[in-house]
Nanobody
Framework: QVQLVESGGGLVEPGGSLRLSCAASGFTFSTALMRWYRQAPGKERELVAGIAGAGGSTYYADSEKGRYTISRDNAKNTVYLLMNSLKPEDTAVYYC??????????WGQGTQVTVSS
């Protein structure tokens, strides 16, 4: 079965960095569009960044451009999100998403990121 397991979240001070990882299994990872979303308390889930399978073209939400970097290692079936210059407003649960079509849309369980001094 499909599994997406996020890791790397935690508590970090403003201005700090974190790298999230999402280990995937149960589907052909190299051809999947991989995305990171986040959901802050009381807010809707929002797209943060995405990376295509073939070619690896990337997408970032405007507020994350220049601070976040999404990457993937198809040999390890893993997608990463490097987050720099973190702000308190980046505090949220971060979710990994694998999209291969309307009926093949998978989510991880989420990892908490808290930015606070």
């Amino acid at each position: 079965q499909v599994q997406l397991v996020e890791s790397g979240g935690g508590l970090v001070e403003p201005g700090g960095s974190l790298r999230l990882s999402c280990a995937a299994s149960g589907f052909t990872f190299s051809t999947a569009l991989m995305r990171w979303y986040r959901q802050a308390p009381g807010k809707e889930r929002e797209l943060v960044a995405g990376i295509a399978g073939a070619g690896g073209s990337t997408y970032y939400a405007d507020s994350e451009k220049g601070r976040y970097t999404i990457s993937r290692d198809n040999a390890k079936n893993t997608v990463y999100l490097l987050m720099n210059s973190l702000k308190p407003e980046d505090t949220a649960v971060y979710y990994c998403n694998a999209y291969k079509g309307p009926r093949d849309n998978y989510w991880g369980q989420g990892t908490q990121v808290t930015v606070s001094s």
